[in-house]
């Protein structure tokens, strides 16, 4: 197989909405132009059957409609019993290629396929041993996928087809049997895992082998340093680039280190816990913190600025084109029984707060570097930065931003599975994450002005229940978003350029 083969009949190229439905969401996506979309009703996305909520007539109608299908699916063959299902979609950009990653389950095996975004072309396609909690991590040579009890498996990411043959090249556990206490971070050449057991941040080579054998491997905080005196776990997942890695530490420092020798560099105080993973943009670093407060730092760990939150900042924060969105949690009394059940008394605890939307600027300073200062979204309170707008928080996760659109997915979930039948499907491999525990029960994305916070248009509200997988791309050459279904329809909707959803 030639790395230019079109995916192949097993994952499609079109969804359920259809030619006119997927249309839509492509114009809207393209301009910002569209009507709501059709079937609202959601199945679980341990649904194992795709094919049971419709009749063959309605797919079948589909292949004579759709002529993204690059190939015919035999719905009444063989097939028709045991569909494949997608588990896993993802979207990789980084300096060796961008490419969708997609995790199926194809007759009691899965499967990582390869595609390119841009042209929909397969570049390679293997059997994985098993699903893991942790998403695919890409170095420049190697897929790695690292489950939590830091076992993994690393697969050939480069080298040429080899249709339906493995290109796993190792597996196991890295040496000093890491165990994760936060999801690992990956950049061309290592793997950052924060380990459990050692209390430290493992920064594993991949440069020459899949193993983490050789002199580039190393660990941070080193042994009888003074920075091992106050190193504690490390909880939220750590962010890296090609030079730099950084993660807070639970004794509420932010840590940057060397990605490549894991020589410590800085550790500015956040003073307070923090609740969100850092974020590395344009070599800017982002991270929340307890006092309630947006911090953005230099990789020297110099102060570029901080911004009051009306709240505790609090999961991913979305950072694009000097915009910064956070959401944040409202500190409240609670009542709740005292200890000896016949009273009541109150107790700090957190709720959803709001959705904030600060931007700031660079300010050019004659013979020095330019300033970093925030907007001030209400210009009528001089003693406090306020952001630009907020909104209520609902769990909302920013897609994308292109231009003055800012592309924003609203979920809501429930429990799906009683405690035999959840602990019956992580058996069986099903259920491998923690958000496939739950059952979203409504999807939709909104289209709103950035500046505002308001919908563009009323009718930019789109029903996306369709759409199992739902992932934004920011990349300039690359700015879309990648739709996904259940049983192997993968849509690439464009925001600039030309081109169509599902390729050209």
Not at 47 to 56: A, E, G, N, V
Not at 57 to 81: F, I, K, M, N
Not at 122 to 134: E, G, M, Q
Not at 337 to 360: E, N, V
Request: net charge neutral; proline share 6%; charged share 25%.
């Amino acid at each position: 197989m030639k790395s230019t083969t079109r995916v192949s009949s097993r994952l499609m190229l079109a969804g359920r909405l259809g030619v006119f439905g997927i249309a839509a969401l492509a114009v809207a996506v393209l301009a910002g132009c569209g009507a709501s979309q059709a079937r609202p009703k959601v199945r679980s996305s341990i649904q194992p059957d795709p094919t049971s909520r419709q009749t063959l007539s309605y797919y079948q109608a589909q292949l004579a409609e759709l002529p993204l299908r690059l190939r015919s699916y035999d719905l009444a063959g063989v097939r028709s019993a045991s569909p494949v299902v997608v588990r896993e979609l993802h979207v990789i950009h980084d300096d060796v290629r961008p490419e969708i990653l997609v995790i199926d389950y194809d007759n009691k095996v899965h499967h990582m396929w390869s595609i390119d975004p841009i042209h929909f072309t397969l570049h390679w396609k293997t059997p994985i041993d098993k699903r893991v909690a942790f998403n695919p991590l890409a170095t420049r040579n190697y897929i790695v996928l690292m489950d939590s009890d830091g076992t993994y498996q690393a697969f050939d990411r480069q080298a040429g087809p080899r249709d339906e043959f493995s290109r796993l090249v190792a597996k196991g556990r890295y040496e000093g049997d890491i165990f994760p206490s936060a999801h690992p971070a990956a950049n061309d050449s290592h793997v950052f895992v924060p380990a459990t057991n050692s209390n430290s941040l493992r920064g594993i080579s991949l440069a020459s082998n899949a193993r983490g054998v050789g002199s580039d491997t190393w660990g941070f905080p080193g042994a009888g340093t003074s920075q091992a005196r106050r190193f504690e776990q490390i909880s939220l997942p750590p962010a890296c680039d090609r030079e730099s890695v950084v993660f807070v530490n639970n004794n509420n420092l932010l840590y940057m280190v060397d990605a490549q020798s894991g020589e410590y560099r800085a550790s500015p105080d956040l003073e307070r816990n923090s609740r969100t993973p850092p974020l590395i943009h344009e070599d800017i670093v982002f991270c929340g913190s307890d006092r309630g407060q947006m911090f953005a730092f230099l990789k020297s760990g110099e102060v570029a600025f901080t911004v009051p939150t009306p709240g505790l900042p609090y999961g991913d924060i979305f950072v694009e084109d000097r915009w910064m969105f956070v959401r944040t949690l409202e500190v409240y009394d609670k009542e709740v029984p005292t200890d000896d059940g016949k009273g009541k008394r109150l107790r700090a605890d957190t709720r959803p707060g709001l959705f904030c939307a600060y931007q700031y600027k660079f300010i050019d300073v004659p013979g020095d570097r330019p300033v970093i200062t925030v907007v001030d979204g209400d210009p009528s309170t001089p003693w406090i930065a306020d952001p630009i707008w907020t909104e209520p928080d609902v769990g909302q996760r920013v897609l994308m931003k292109n231009g003055d659109h800012l592309y924003i997915l609203y979920e809501e979930s429930e429990v799906a599975f009683g405690a035999r039948e959840l602990s019956k499907l992580k058996a069986e491999g099903r259920i491998v994450k923690k958000e496939e525990e739950m059952r979203v029960i409504s999807r939709t994305m909104k289209i709103v002005d950035t500046k505002t916070g308001k919908l563009v248009r009323p009718d930019w509200i789109f029903n996306m229940a369709d759409f199992a997988f739902i992932k934004g791309s920011m990349q300039e050459y690359d700015r879309a978003l990648y739709l996904g279904t259940l049983d192997g329809y993968v849509f690439r909707c464009f925001a600039s350029g030309s081109g169509n959803a599902g390729g050209r």
